[in-house]
């Protein structure tokens, strides 16, 4: 009777699979870096009035311009508010407005891709002729004709004008991206299995083809919360996006800081820098996290 030998002998616990999380750290150092700075913005956001050491609506006469000290890490502005308490709110601000505009942007336009990939013909037509209408304004033009055309509603004190300015600019260019992934995936077939299995259009898009797609959209997602931070921030400084006294990045930028800005740096360069972060993390994060899920980009 002939025994296994131990050089082929199978092993008796297969190793474990790593985590998704840990594996695009391991490939991607700088996304997961970029990541960081995304979470830390987030727990500054959730948690603003625990982590500011003052209110930022607080006017402190007695403070006004003060540069950067122990007691006001980065200086007050021209009311006397603390400019690192009014940036750590306006974190929130910026991801909400980012967050929302965006997901509304790109869930609306994956919709659209997706359908006039499936349907094709005149629909497909009629939709893309839409997207080059879209496509053909440049995003902040785009943004200030619609912030001008309706009328300014508040919901739970955000601003809903500003967040369909901001997602109008986004749907067509992830409409187009998402069509694009789409009409590879509407001649596979599962999807000719099912239309001849008699399943119903809404069932074959959003059960085979939107989940195949859904690689493109999470990138654009990411990507465009880096837009819609920029877009608000632009539109907040020319006056068309948040008001004072809500602490905004962009509108930091704006008022008395470009009065006072030879006196007091500090005015503009840390709202400037928290902006600067903000796109560059997310922007940074969204091409770590295509070339992590777009196998082309595997080595």
């Given at each position: 009777?002939?025994?296994?030998?131990?050089a082929?002998?199978?092993?008796?616990?297969?190793?474990?699979?790593?985590?998704?999380?840990?594996?695009?750290?391991?490939?991607?150092?700088?996304?997961?870096?970029s990541?960081?700075?995304?979470?830390?913005?987030?727990?500054?956001?959730?948690?603003?009035?625990?982590?500011?050491?003052?209110?930022?609506?607080?006017?402190?006469?007695?403070?006004?311009?003060?540069?950067?000290?122990?007691?006001?890490?980065?200086?007050?502005?021209?009311?006397?508010?603390?400019?690192?308490?009014?940036?750590?709110?306006?974190?929130?601000?910026?991801?909400?407005?980012?967050?929302?505009?965006?997901?509304?942007?790109?869930?609306?336009?994956?919709?659209?891709?997706?359908?006039?990939?499936?349907?094709?013909?005149?629909?497909?037509?009629?939709?893309?002729?839409?997207?080059?209408?879209?496509?053909?304004?440049p995003?902040?033009?785009?943004?200030?004709?619609?912030?001008?055309?309706?009328?300014?509603?508040?919901?739970?004190?955000?601003?809903?004008?500003?967040?369909?300015?901001?997602?109008i600019?986004?749907?067509?260019?992830?409409?187009?991206?998402?069509?694009?992934?789409?009409?590879?995936?509407?001649?596979?077939?599962?999807?000719?299995?099912?239309?001849?299995?008699?399943?119903?259009?809404?069932?074959?898009?959003?059960?085979?083809?939107?989940?195949?797609?859904?690689?493109?959209?999470?990138?654009?997602?990411?990507?465009?919360?880096?837009?819609?931070?920029?877009?608000?921030?632009?539109?907040?400084?020319?006056?068309?996006?948040?008001?004072?006294?809500?602490?905004?990045?962009?509108?930091m930028?704006?008022?008395?800081?470009?009065?006072?800005?030879?006196?007091?740096?500090?005015?503009?360069?840390?709202?400037?820098?928290?902006?600067?972060?903000a796109?560059?993390?997310?922007?940074?994060?969204?091409?770590?996290?295509?070339?992590?899920?777009?196998?082309?980009?595997?080595?």
């Amino acid at each position: 009777m002939t025994s296994i030998s131990p050089a082929v002998a199978v092993p008796a616990v297969l190793p474990k699979r790593r985590s998704v999380v840990v594996d695009f750290c391991r490939q991607q150092s700088l996304g997961a870096v970029s990541f960081a700075v995304i979470v830390v913005m987030m727990f500054a956001g959730m948690f603003s009035e625990l982590v500011a050491p003052y209110d930022p609506l607080q006017i402190d006469f007695g403070s006004i311009l003060a540069p950067p000290s122990w007691d006001h890490w980065m200086g007050t502005d021209a009311f006397g508010r603390d400019i690192f308490s009014r940036i750590i709110f306006g974190s929130r601000t910026a991801l909400v407005i980012g967050f929302t505009s965006a997901f509304i942007g790109a869930s609306l336009g994956a919709m659209l891709g997706v359908a006039s990939a499936y349907f094709g013909g005149k629909i497909d037509d009629w939709i893309q002729r839409f997207v080059d209408i879209l496509l053909a304004f440049p995003i902040i033009v785009l943004a200030l004709v619609v912030v001008a055309a309706f009328r300014k509603t508040t919901v739970a004190g955000v601003d809903v004008n500003l967040i369909v300015a901001i997602a109008i600019p986004i749907l067509p260019r992830v409409a187009r991206v998402v069509r694009a992934a789409a009409l590879s995936v509407r001649v596979m077939p599962y999807v000719d299995a099912a239309r001849a299995a008699g399943y119903s259009n809404r069932r074959i898009i959003f059960r085979h083809m939107a989940p195949n797609v859904v690689a493109p959209y999470l990138i654009m997602f990411t990507a465009f919360i880096a837009q819609a931070i920029l877009l608000e921030a632009s539109l907040s400084f020319l006056g068309l996006g948040v008001t004072e006294p809500t602490a905004a990045w962009g509108l930091m930028l704006s008022g008395n800081a470009a009065d006072f800005y030879r006196e007091a740096p500090w005015l503009i360069l840390f709202p400037g820098i928290a902006i600067s972060l903000a796109v560059f993390a997310f922007n940074l994060f969204g091409d770590s996290l295509r070339d992590y899920l777009d196998p082309r980009f595997k080595v």
